[in-house]
């Protein structure tokens, strides 16, 4: 760390915390004047809500900075575990409310792409894929041109055979770097097809999340509301009436 969060307290740009809990970790950072200031990160498929808080706290006292610094709160949106996202949106809009901080919402996409931008791999020509884990057989797929800031396509839920068609032209322009944490089913779906990278080490964390949250201010889209971003509905049967009679077949 090279300033204290004294100096970042001085600085003109504001405190800013970072949730993710949509994917496959649980994640919180804090940063100022263009610093982390602190970070955790663990991987977590389930359980979020026990984790989160008590994380908040450490990275928070790690920091040395209390509530009433922040002044923004950035969460990650999703896709991911429907559980995991609303667990993160309902604690950052609490966090926000309770601190009067802007609220930012930024998709795991964004966080993936942004956390590279911030810290480069070695090679950044081509285009970007970043594949997040949909914890079923499809995949959460989103396009990134060259230099990662902009897609190139919507972010979709694709099955890997589908995936080179997805792609579309872009297949073409090759390596692509494949980033997220389903980067390597990706790259198994295009092994033999199209020529590949993969960014190891690249799930969707608190510090993308504040890196994407930073690049939203600066493009004017901060006021944008925030919303859960779900690619496909959730596995829930919807139970029966108790007593309902079963279906009779004509």
Do not use: W
């Amino acid at each position: 760390m090279t300033r204290s969060a004294a100096d970042n307290l001085l600085s003109p740009e504001p405190i800013l915390l970072g949730i993710e809990t949509a994917g496959s970790r649980c994640s919180v950072a804090v940063a100022g004047g263009g610093t982390v200031l602190a970070s955790e990160s663990r991987p977590l498929r389930h359980g979020h809500g026990e984790v989160l808080m008590p994380m908040l706290d450490r990275v928070m006292t790690e920091a040395k900075l209390s509530p009433g610094d922040l002044g923004i709160v950035a969460v990650a949106t999703g896709p991911g575990g429907f559980t995991g996202i609303r667990v993160g949106l309902a604690a950052a809009q609490g966090i926000a409310l309770a601190t009067r901080a802007r609220l930012i919402g930024v998709t795991g996409f964004n966080a993936v792409a942004h956390a590279l931008r911030r810290e480069p791999p070695s090679r950044v020509n081509g285009a970007l894929l970043v594949a997040l884990d949909s914890r079923r057989e499809d995949l959460y797929v989103q396009l990134f041109a060259e230099g990662f800031a902009r897609p190139l396509a919507s972010a979709e839920a694709v099955l890997p055979d589908r995936l080179v068609e997805y792609l579309g032209a872009a297949s073409a322009r090759t390596p692509l770097l494949i980033a997220g944490d389903a980067a390597e089913p990706a790259a198994a779906a295009l092994e033999g097809r199209i020529e590949f990278e993969i960014v190891p080490g690249s799930a969707p964390d608190a510090v993308g999340v504040i890196a994407a949250a930073t690049a939203t201010m600066r493009a004017g889209r901060a006021d944008d509301p925030v919303r859960p971003l779900y690619l496909r509905p959730p596995d829930v049967t919807v139970p029966k009436p108790h007593g309902m009679p079963a279906a009779v077949p004509p």
